[in-house]
């Protein structure tokens, strides 16, 4: 079945450590997304790509970064610079239309220890 | 610029009423529309969307949404509550030449009473 696969689902980190979330997606989607979760903040946008080796900061991409070397993969790293990482992580991916939706992975919730 | 407004960021309604979420959007082009759910700990699982065919939109588990361009709103409704109803739910909107961002409201939380 084709989805969207985000590993680990919890993931723990202590203060000073980069950390990496993987997603992985086998739906031919050209774009990826990573959005941050908060309780009454809805989803934010951390980066997104719309093709292989190209990404795009989203709304609050400091203390983040990601790469994109193959269409499948668009990991996330959350850097020791990022103030507050403590949040649920969400992976999408959509074909590269606007009219189309987005596709979600299960997230990843990441807890500073 | 778009945007999306979510009014009432909780929402209770009885088993069997009535349910209306509401979503007004900003935009300066026709939108894309869509309606997602979300169970705890869990993605985002898409309800329905509008785009750009009929305005009143059927989704699954009986929900529906109606677009109406003069009141630039795209509210959610579902006739009849169930318990499985209780979950978060958002609304977004994408627009043509935007790099295929998607724009998220900041959810409403549906609490189903018995």
């Known amino acids: 079945d084709g989805g969207i696969t985000q590993s680990p689902k919890y993931l723990f980190r202590k203060e000073g450590q980069n950390v990496t979330l993987s997603c992985e997606q086998n739906l031919n989607h050209d774009a990826m997304y990573w959005y941050r979760q908060d309780p009454g903040q809805g989803l934010r946008l951390i980066y997104y790509s719309q093709i292989v080796n190209d990404f795009q900061k989203g709304d609050i991409a400091e203390g983040y970064s990601v790469s994109r070397e193959k269409k499948e993969s668009f990991p996330l790293t959350v850097t020791s610079a990022q103030k507050n990482p403590t949040a649920f992580y969400l992976c999408?991916?959509?074909?590269?239309?606007?009219?189309?939706?987005?596709?979600f992975g299960q997230g990843t919730r990441l807890t500073v220890v | 610029a778009q945007s999306v407004t979510q009014l009432g960021s909780h929402v209770s309604v009885s088993e069997g009423a009535l349910v209306l979420l509401r979503c007004n959007y900003s935009s300066s082009v026709p939108p894309y529309l869509f309606w997602y759910v979300q169970y705890p700990n869990q993605g985002l699982q898409l309800l329905l969307k509008y785009t750009s065919a009929a305005t009143l939109v059927k989704g699954i588990n009986g929900f529906e949404a109606e677009f109406k361009k003069s009141e630039t709103s795209f509210h959610l409704t579902k006739p009849s509550a169930h318990m499985r109803d209780a979950a978060e739910y958002f609304c977004a909107v994408s627009e043509e030449g935007t790099g295929n961002q998607f724009y998220f409201g900041t959810g409403t939380s549906l609490t189903v009473i018995p």
């Open positions: 999408a991916s959509r074909r590269d239309r606007e009219n189309t939706e987005a596709f």
